[in-house]
């Protein structure tokens, strides 16, 4: 059974803070599956991005719900 762990991480307000934290989580962790929520989907693409110029392979998946809806 796989254990589900919770971390909270404060980081600076710089534009790539919150990719760059990402990878190093991910590589931490020995580049298990994982699956990234964001807000918008610029952000999909700037994770996307970071992800891959650290050589981590990515998929994106968006799926726009209107905004009355949330």
Request: charged content about 25%; proline content about 7%.
């Amino acid at each position: 059974m796989t254990e589900n762990r919770h971390q909270y991480i404060e980081l600076g307000s710089d534009l790539l803070a919150k990719p760059n934290a990402l990878c190093d989580l991910i590589e931490a962790e020995g580049f298990k599956p994982t699956v990234v929520f964001c807000n918008l989907p610029s952000d999909t693409d700037l994770v996307k991005v970071i992800l891959k110029k650290r050589n981590i392979s990515s998929r994106k998946l968006i799926g726009n719900i209107p905004p009355d809806v949330v």
